[in-house]
């Protein structure tokens, strides 16, 4: 994956942009507030996933202005594309190679790209939601459709619940129950599945990755996934047999669980309260990490997803890093730069002074929403 240009007009505090990067690393350095982060946005939304600012689609509109336009020429699987988007309060325009999509979702699978911002030290200082979402976005880079299946597992999840909150006072819809739970544990079996071969790739190349970061052999990172049902088979390499196993258990726990659910008004178990428990050295790293450890697991990870999509697509894909260096000693920062080789890279610094290691690629100083070529 490669970005060949980015157009802009009138997004965030780009009044116009016509950026065209280097094939190799990009840095992008400045002031705080100047446009980096926003830059990488815009790049970053044709993959067909949400902002990872987790801004709406009307703040992309710069302030005073009534539509915004992006576009994005990249060169993908030995083609060349063009994908658009041109957004107005009322109205959105997602097109790609001159084909009308329906939004920025449609991307998902044409583009590639992995980011790291610190918005994402939440997959460790926060809940496991954060976790949820960050192996379900990564999935769904590889497999598309992973998306639509939890779209389809929160409608059911929604209908569960509100049975549940209406049985008490019509006992007659209890009958009704095992359907929705045969169909919500049909789609959660699904979703698991994805999770638990997903991060069975993932762990390993992860472990690597925070290895040679932290350079400290005693400090291991592992990846486990945890669910109240504690009972997921650990060998998914038989798809067939592991989505029978993993729905004959969400339909026994459904079942099992029923009336503490009632008693609740809600559903207590299933893929929606499952979590990834990352732990350093034998540790639970949400509890008693140091930022620095913090930091440093969560760019393995980051670095570990990216190898899994090369791995899986066949070739790179393109590496955003905002604000990637801070906080971290000079051989961590070494270590990162010498291992994005081999990809596109976009590398957002307040002083580019730090990126010695760097030989060859470009650089650009970001001013005002004004980006210019210094090297």
């Known amino acids: ?28 350095y400045g002031d705080n507030a100047q446009g980096k982060t926003n830059l990488i946005e815009a790049i970053w939304l044709f993959t067909g996933a949400r902002s990872f600012r987790g801004s709406k ?30 957004l ?5 325009q997602f097109m ?3 084909i009308k999509m329906q939004g920025f979702s449609s991307f998902s699978g044409q583009f590639c790209a992995v980011v790291f911002s610190p ?11 954060h976790r949820r979402k960050f192996i379900d976005c990564a999935i769904t880079e590889i497999w598309p ?11 059911l999840l929604k209908q569960r619940n509100a049975l549940l909150k209406d049985i008490p006072a019509h006992s007659e819809l209890l009958d009704t129950l095992p359907v929705w739970d045969s169909r919500l544990a049909s789609a959660g079996a699904a979703i698991v599945f994805a999770r638990l071969r997903y991060l069975s790739r993932l762990k390993d190349k992860a472990s690597a990755v925070y ?19 504690n009972s997921y088979p650990t060998d998914v390499s038989d798809q067939k047999d592991a989505l029978a196993k993993i729905r004959a258990s969400l339909e026994m726990a459904l079942k099992n669980g029923l009336s503490g659910d009632l008693e609740a008004g809600l559903t207590r178990i299933g893929p929606h309260r499952d979590d990834i428990k990352i732990s350093i050295g034998g540790v639970d790293s949400r509890l008693y990490s140091s930022q620095g450890q913090q930091r440093s697991a969560v760019l393995a990870l980051k670095l570990a997803e990216a190898a899994v999509l090369k791995e899986t ?15 971290l000693d000079r051989n961590r920062q070494n270590y990162i730069l010498n291992n994005i080789g081999g990809f596109q890279v976009f590398i957002t610094c307040c002083d580019p002074s730090g990126l010695e290691a760097l030989s060859g690629g470009a650089s650009f100083e970001v001013k005002n929403g004004v980006v210019e070529r210094r090297k």
């Open 1 to 28: 994956m490669i970005v060949k240009r980015l157009t802009c007009s009138n997004f965030r505090n780009f009044k116009t942009l016509n950026f065209e990067p280097h094939d190799g690393v990009n840095v992008l």
């Open 57 to 86: 689609d009307t703040e992309f509109i710069r302030f005073g202005e009534k539509i915004t336009s992006i576009s994005l020429d990249f060169f993908a699987r030995n083609l060349e594309n063009t994908a658009s988007a041109t």
């Open 88 to 92: 107005t309060a009322d109205a959105k």
């Open 96 to 98: 790609l190679n001159g």
């Open 119 to 129: 918005d994402h030290l939440v997959l460790l200082k926060s809940g496991p939601q």
């Open 145 to 155: 459709r992973h998306a639509a299946v939890l779209n389809e597992y929160k409608n």
């Open 211 to 229: 290895q040679g970061i932290a350079s400290k052999t005693d400090e291991k990172l592992e990846l486990d996934y945890e669910s109240p049902s």
């Open 313 to 327: 697509i066949g070739e790179p894909p393109v590496l955003l890093l905002d604000d990637v260096m801070s906080e």
